[in-house]
């Protein structure tokens, strides 16, 4: 009788801990799916050089002026961002082969609210006003690259995620008013060495529930 109950109580046990870790695992997943953080989108939204605007006449004034735009498409994750690097350069086909770091700037690190966009202007002087200048071609646009890179911290309820490397760029068209050639924002894609997104810390807790469970 007593082995009986013993076996009984033994197998309910073992009921309620298999059942328990199937929910878990369901939780698990749950969370994983709707927690798992997307990287931030970013846009070229203006770009101008007075240097290359027939109108005005003013080949001396090579200043960048430039606005990004930083996107944070996650409903339940806000984004800490680190120092935003931006390089600007050009390649003229016509001339040099090579590409011609032009300028660089820093955003300085912020934090970004679920949902939240952020409009970062900015200008800057070339290294050396002859970059922009070689950046004309022969129908009297140019064309620049931006390329962006930092690193990110995702915050879920009350905690961090570990740091992503992001690194995306794109280029600019710049037409015979200085401005870029087209109205419709650009957007900055990702390049192979971006580091994918993901958040691992649903399954940590599943793993360690596994295991704690099987050492019953």
């Not at 749950?30 to 997307?38: A, E, G, N, V």
């Not at 955003?107 to 202007?121: E, S």
């Not at 290294?127 to 070689?134: A, E, S």
């Not at 600019?172 to 997104?197: P, Y």
């Amino acid at each position: 009788m007593d082995q009986d109950r013993n076996r009984d109580h033994g197998g309910n046990c073992c009921s309620c801990c298999l059942s328990f870790i199937f929910t878990a695992g369901l939780t698990s997943l749950f969370l994983w799916l709707s927690l798992r953080p997307d990287k931030p989108k970013c846009w070229i939204q203006e770009f101008y050089i007075p240097a290359l605007n027939k109108s005005h006449n003013s080949p001396d004034n090579t200043t960048l002026n430039f606005m990004i735009r930083l996107d944070n498409p996650n409903r339940d994750q806000g984004v800490y961002y680190d120092d935003v690097h931006l390089s600007f350069s050009n390649t003229n086909t016509t001339t040099n082969s090579s590409v011609l770091l032009v300028a660089n700037y820093t955003v300085p690190k912020f934090y970004q609210g679920h949902k939240k966009k952020a409009k970062k202007p900015g200008h800057v002087l070339p290294v050396n006003n002859q970059t922009v200048l070689r950046a004309v071609l022969p129908n009297g646009s140019a064309v620049f690259r931006v390329d962006l890179k930092t690193q990110v911290r995702f915050k879920i309820v009350f905690w961090k995620t570990k740091r992503y490397r992001i690194e995306v760029g794109a280029d600019v068209e710049v037409n015979g008013d200085g401005v870029k050639a087209h109205k419709k924002n650009i957007r900055m894609r990702k390049s192979d060495s971006s580091t994918r997104l993901r958040s691992y810390f649903p399954i940590c807790v599943l793993m360690n529930l596994l295991v704690f469970f099987a050492n019953c």
